[in-house]
């Protein structure tokens, strides 16, 4: 392998120093990213731009209080969302209850403990390949098995339990990916020092490894429950109901239930001129559910980086 020459070497560093000739390449390259970042922020102050009006004026004449714990109504000025949201919180509750310890402790096992053979070797690319399946596939295997197949007795059939299941199978490959990811972007130098101190393979992943990779893991974690949260498709063929319907209270995994991605998708096939206010609250209490989560998620992360 051809080395740098000193000269090169040494000219180049001069050339930096003195802020001499430019990297066309890169400037190129960060304007591009920059533009990306525009067009993205762009596209989501359009997306709320055009939710938030009437949805704004909904809530403030309303109440914001009045609309969260209002029970479906077949009347737009008086219904709504008290039972999306707790289909939504529990969802997202055993989501995280199954997916993250699953998820975190598959990664831990295949960057680890796993041997380099054609066996691990098929699991990894069966896992990420799984993160690409489109959600109505979660939906159908969740059918199969929670619904109508095996696990009927325990989950009830069509309920929030089956839901919470169904979308943990949906987003635990990206928590593994996204877990060993951050596992594998731990230094090597500091497992060698932790076995070079006579520290067990478990000593060193307990103590060094996953303290210094949880940033990242937990990272994964929010964007797999985010994503779970704004599925309608497997909730849909796991049994979740529009938005007609009674029960669905704090605690009841086996009954009715709906979730505020089924309440949305209902209420914006309703006449317009009614619904259209309401449809956009539902939207903007959606974003502010998964936004605190997200927050939650951020600030546990940034008190963990602190106390490492």
Not at 110 to 128: A, F, G, K, M, S
Not at 293 to 308: A, E, Q
């Given at each position: ?227 779970a949260l704004g599925e309608a498709a497997p909730l849909i063929l796991v049994g979740a109901n529009t938005s007609v319907f009674s029960g669905g209270g704090w605690g009841d995994l086996t009954g009715s239930f709906t979730a505020m991605p089924m309440i949305i998708s209902d209420w ?41």
């Amino acid at each position: 392998m051809a080395l740098t020459s000193p000269e090169v070497t040494q000219h180049v560093v001069e050339s930096k120093l003195k802020q001499e000739g430019s990297d066309r390449s890169g400037t190129a390259f960060q304007v591009l990213l920059i533009s990306c970042l525009v067009i993205v922020l762009g596209a989501l102050v359009a997306l709320l731009a055009s939710v938030s009006g009437d949805g704004l004026n909904t809530l403030s004449s309303r109440g914001i209080a009045d609309f969260v714990l209002r029970p479906f109504s077949i009347r737009p000025e008086k219904t709504g969302v008290f039972q999306g949201i707790v289909g939504t919180v529990t969802t997202a509750v055993i989501v995280a209850l199954l997916a993250f310890p699953l998820g975190v402790a598959s990664a831990v096992y295949l960057e680890e403990y796993y041997h380099d053979n054609w066996l691990t070797r098929l699991i990894d690319t069966v896992i990420r390949n799984l993160a690409g399946v489109p959600a109505v596939v979660y939906g159908l295997l969740g059918y199969a098995l929670f619904v109508g197949g095996p696990f009927k007795s325990l989950t009830g059939g069509r309920s929030v339990l089956s839901a919470g299941l169904t979308l943990s199978i949906l987003v635990l490959p990206i928590v593994v990916i996204t877990s060993a990811e951050a596992i594998r972007a731990v230094p090597k130098s500091l497992r060698e020092g932790g076995y070079g101190v006579g520290a067990t393979r478990w000593e060193v992943t307990k103590t060094l490894v996953l303290p210094n990779a949880f940033g990242g893991i937990l990272t994964g974690t929010i964007l797999g429950l985010a994503r779970a949260l704004g599925e309608a498709a497997p909730l849909i063929l796991v049994g979740a109901n529009t938005s007609v319907f009674s029960g669905g209270g704090w605690g009841d995994l086996t009954g009715s239930f709906t979730a505020m991605p089924m309440i949305i998708s209902d209420w914006s096939t309703r006449p317009a001129a009614k619904w259209n206010g309401v449809t956009q609250a539902a939207i903007l209490v959606t974003l502010l559910i998964v936004l605190g989560i997200n927050t939650v998620g951020i600030i546990l992360r940034n008190r963990f980086d602190k106390k490492k």
